[in-house]
């Protein structure tokens, strides 16, 4: 399998592109007001009892699909996708990221420089899930793989959908100075971003009360962290490992009805946003446009429902980079890589095929169909 680079891509791609595709998407601003008043309207009945308690979690609900649609904002912001200027892009991102109290700083190390430049290479993307070298060697490893990994068929995996964002964003906080991804002065600046939202979820806790911050924040931020994860786990975490950082090999985009990929800012369009990161996935249907006119047997995409089916039935474990292993049982199926384009089907993908086999024995990976 030829991997290109991220650049190889780009040169080839930006000239069949509009400029308006590279322009800030700044009306996604309005975004902002908009969730914040419906969480502020939503706290504020919650608190003051103005409805009934069986309505409560449905207000949790709401406050959270508003938690996760702040969150899409904020890294679309922090990316430079939405305005220009360093000062209103952290301060739009800090108030986007405060449900998960995720500091700017952070983020834009760990994402926008580590992730995006290192994506899918082994022991140094810190989003993609172990090797069987780190799973024997690291204990850590082995409790996300064999506990809390979404996979196996085994419902306690949900976890990590439920409480994965949380998670991994406090433990790249504390790990952050370590791993290289922030000097120290940097380090301490995240620190402080961080903190200042947790004073403030401390404050709102304080001023509504202990049962009514449970519906306020607490069960909004699991249905937040659900949506989130949603999206991060299948954008990569079906794809192979890959020593060139090629998006069209390890990246998925998945797609909604159109109105959910309205109300969640196009998110779907991973492998789009991974080609053209500062620009806004407002504009990731004309990006999957000229990819599919240039390299259609190469782009791969799912329905978000058939990619979070296939992380259910697969493991989280890499065998090698493009066979993943339930080291436990031996079982293993294989990755999601393109296939060449037959006439039958102009684009097609690998997909992840349920497997039962016992060790070392490998199912065929079937066609599905690359554009929903």
């Known amino acids: 399998m030829e991997l290109r680079t991220v650049a190889s891509y780009a040169r080839e791609l930006r000239p069949t592109l509009p400029d308006a595709v590279f322009a800030p998407a700044t009306s996604r601003v309005l975004w902002l007001p908009v969730h914040v008043a419906i969480i502020a309207g939503c706290a504020w009945a919650l608190a003051t009892g103005q409805v009934p308690a069986p309505l409560w979690p ?13 969150t899409f904002l904020a890294h679309e912001t922090l990316h430079g996708g939405v305005v220009r200027g360093r000062f209103a892009i952290r301060v739009i991102g ?15 190390a760990w994402h926008n420089r580590v992730h995006h430049n290192h994506t899918g290479k082994q022991g140094v993307d810190p989003d993609m899930y172990p090797t069987m070298e780190e799973y024997r060697t690291q204990r850590a490893a082995r409790i996300m793989a064999d506990h809390f990994g979404i996979g196996r068929q085994r419902l306690l995996g949900f976890a990590s959908m439920l409480f ?56 909004p931020l699991v249905v937040a962290n659900t949506i989130v994860m949603a999206f991060i786990m299948t954008n990569h975490n079906l794809s192979p490992l890959t020593d060139v950082n090629d998006p069209l090999v390890n990246s998925l985009s998945v797609t909604l009805p159109r109105p959910l990929e309205w109300l969640t800012l196009n998110f779907g369009y991973h492998t789009e946003h991974h080609l053209f990161p500062t620009a806004s996935t407002r504009h990731g249907a004309a990006i999957r446009d000229a990819i599919l006119a240039r390299y259609p047997e190469r782009y791969q995409t799912l329905p978000l429902g058939t990619a ?3 992380l259910y039935g697969t493991a989280r474990v890499y065998a090698d980079h493009t066979t993943l292993i339930d080291p436990p049982s031996g079982k293993t199926w294989p990755t999601l890589v393109p296939r060449p384009r037959t006439a039958a089907t102009p684009m097609v993908m690998s997909a992840v095929s349920s497997s039962s086999e016992t060790a070392n024995e490998r199912t065929s990976p079937q066609a599905a169909q690359g554009v929903a």
């Open 94 to 108: 800090w108030i986007g990221l405060l449900p998960f109290t995720v500091s700017p700083q952070l983020w834009v």
């Open 58 to 70: 449905v207000l949790s609900i709401v406050i959270g699909i508003c938690f996760s649609g702040v």
């Open 164 to 219: 994965g964002y949380t998670g991994q964003s406090t433990q790249m906080l504390f790990t952050a100075r370590k791993r290289g991804f922030l000097t120290p002065n940097l380090h301490r600046r995240a620190i402080a971003e961080s903190a200042l939202g947790w004073a403030f979820w401390a404050a709102v806790a304080i001023a509504v009360g202990f049962v009514p911050f449970i519906f306020v924040y607490l069960l």
């Open 308 to 310: 979070l089916g296939q």
